[in-house]
């Protein structure tokens, strides 16, 4: 049943989602710093950015249908307070274990703020207004990791590594007082929850994740990236065949079976595949070879939010009259070509080649975005929005690991191939430091280089193979968004979505 909604619902919610959106790529912009304060390794640093991403993504399901059954707005207070506390505990830990367990403590109420927000949109708003709100979330949720990055970088330009936990205390805090004016929905039913299912979805979930992230650090063949992989797969069949069987399942797999929801995770899965594989590349990329500042390599995404947030607005209105089908398709192949258009970058940066790639980038995922998000949430009924909101979110999160595990695994092949051949001759100590980071670039020439070395010659060498690299990257992230967009027109109906 459709609720009053309040002035303050829309940007409450938005704030809600802001917060949690940008709590991964905002992060990234702290972690120089952090890491000289705490002295975290490398592998404790992956954990502080990724320890979020696993228990976030993990609970996201179970999160969803909790908000359905107690209600959503309940939901999104105790997620937005989880998250305050969990921020003010990591703005004082001085220690990398600390750190990442106020990243997995923010984790968790991430997983009961996402889902709540766009279920709260598509139970309580009215259908002719519903469509553009859903492309405000969709354009909320794309930018706002690059707003992140932005806000962050400000902050770091004036305060310490942790002043990041702070930028997310303050927008936590801000929401949970919209959150008095929210609209309580929730299903009306006495069905019992489905605790088995939702256990089954975080070990699927939490362990292909864990999985994902661990292959380019550790190596696909390392025994923490199989046991994750294989605790997922056999997590996954026995949810499926558990789903099929119990009376009230968290999640029907038959749903998969309609064109419509298949279609839209499929797309939103690419969609943030090919966002925060970019990110992740394009941050480097600004900063390694271009040569910016955190926070001058954060303004030059910038254009991203501000087409992203308008343009899903208008895109909501589009779907009302254009089915996913050609909508969608068409944002995905406008997407995929703005990542192959990023690929032909230049060693030298080039502004206006790099904006028109961000502009396409952004008109790209607006179009695409909105359509799957309402095919998704279309699909199921009024009284299970929180899990459709959940597979939304699920596939973004999915989608964001794979990206980044993947696209930045074909940087580094890319680099290390090329920088083998820059350092034959040099000391194998030497020759493999140069070989695993980009970083040498930016430090002065070492006093134990050998005298016969060129360092100048030798840091070209690196540029040239990092600009190698984020070709191949961005490469694959095209062809594959072009693959999802013909994926979307095959699959997915012609007959336009509603919103329940």
Known sequence: ????????????????????????????????????????????????????????????????????????????????????????????????????????????????????????????????????AVGAWVGIAGGGAVLGLFGVAILLNFFDWNSFFIFNLVMASLALVGCLKVPNSRDESDNPLDWFGGLLSILTVGG???????????????????AGLVVGAFALVAFIFTELRVKHPLLDPRMFKRRSFSAGSISITIQFFGQFGFIFVGMQYLQFVAGFSPLDAALHLLWMPLVVIPGSRIAGSLSKRIPQKYLGSVGLAIFGYALLHFAGLGIKFDYWYFTSGILLFGLGMSLASTPAT???????????????????????????????????????????????????????????????????????????????????????????????????????????????????????????????
């Open 1 to 132: 049943m459709t609720q009053t909604v309040s002035r303050f619902t829309m940007p409450t919610i938005a704030l809600s989602l802001m917060t949690v959106v940008s709590a991964v790529a905002g992060l990234n912009m702290a972690l120089p710093g952090l890491a000289v304060a705490t002295g975290a390794t490398s592998t404790q640093l992956t954990w502080i950015v990724d320890s979020y991403t696993v228990v976030f993504s993990g609970l996201l399901l179970i999160a969803g249908a909790l908000g359905d059954k107690y209600g959503r707005q309940r939901a999104l207070v105790f997620g937005l307070a989880i998250f305050a506390a969990a921020s003010i505990f990591g703005f004082f830990q001085t220690d990398p274990s600390g750190l990442i367990a106020a990243r997995m403590i923010m984790g968790i109420g991430a997983a009961l703020i996402m889902p709540s927000t766009l279920s709260v949109i598509t139970t309580s708003f009215p259908p002719e207004s519903r469509g553009k």
């Open 208 to 226: 292909f994740v864990f999985g994902i992230i661990e292959g380019p650090d550790r190596g696909w063949d390392a025994p923490e990236t199989i």
């Open 374 to 500: 309402v095919a998704i949430t279309s699909a199921l009924p009024a009284e299970k929005q929180g899990v459709a909101s959940a597979v939304n979110d699920t596939s973004r999160e999915v989608g964001s690991a794979l990206g980044i595990a993947i696209l930045g695994a074909a940087l580094t092949d890319a680099y290390k191939s090329a920088m083998k051949t820059a350092t034959v001759g040099l000391p194998a100590p030497f020759a493999d430091k140069l070989q695993s980071s980009i970083a040498f670039t930016k430090i002065p020439k070492p006093d134990q280089l050998p005298p016969n070395v060129d360092w100048n010659k030798l840091v070209l060498d690196g540029l040239s193979a990092f600009h190698d690299g984020v070709e191949a990257a961005l490469t694959i992230g095209g062809w594959v968004a072009i693959g999802g967009a013909i994926l979307v027109l095959v699959l997915a109906p012609r007959k336009i979505a509603e919103v329940n």
